[in-house]
């Protein structure tokens, strides 16, 4: 089993792997989950959403969100930071999917009330986009955030 967190000097900083997820991630896909550059760290977008045999409703949405913000959690700590340190949060959202049952409204008030558990305020920036899809079949939201140091 390898270590993590990997870091590997880039210009201006480093690439942050911080799991062997993310670094199967890094090698089949191209991408770093997360970059630092100075003092910001760029964490790559988390994909939430049903894994099988999981439900779809709200209460089963807000699991699937507390598994991707754990997850962007282990990757600022491996760089150094915590929620607290989130400057910029961009989400893309499948509003109309069968892998969630529920409105827009009912997807925003989910997403809110579990970022709240993990951001405290003050709040970030944040840009909410819909979408028409994901790179995973199955995704609902894909979350990436922008911290600063």
Not at 88 to 95: A, D, E, G, K, L
Request: hydrophobic share 45%.
């Amino acid at each position: 089993m390898a270590d993590f967190p990997k870091r590997t000097a880039s210009h201006g900083g480093e690439v942050i792997i911080a799991s062997e997820r993310g670094e199967a991630l890094y090698n089949s896909f191209k991408f770093a989950p997360a970059r630092r550059a100075d003092g910001t760290i760029y964490v790559s977008g988390v994909i939430a959403g049903p894994a099988r045999g999981e439900g779809r409703d709200v209460e089963a949405f807000k699991t699937q969100l507390r598994r991707a913000f754990g997850e962007i959690g282990a990757t600022l700590a491996a760089g150094g930071a915590g929620f607290s340190h989130i400057a910029m949060i961009n989400t893309f959202h499948v509003w109309t999917s069968d892998n969630f049952q529920g409105d827009r409204n009912a997807q925003l008030t989910a997403f809110i009330e579990v970022k709240d558990e993990f951001i405290p305020p003050p709040h970030p920036a944040w840009t909410a986009v819909g979408t028409t899809g994901l790179a995973l079949d199955t995704g609902v939201v894909e979350i990436q955030v922008i911290a600063h140091l």
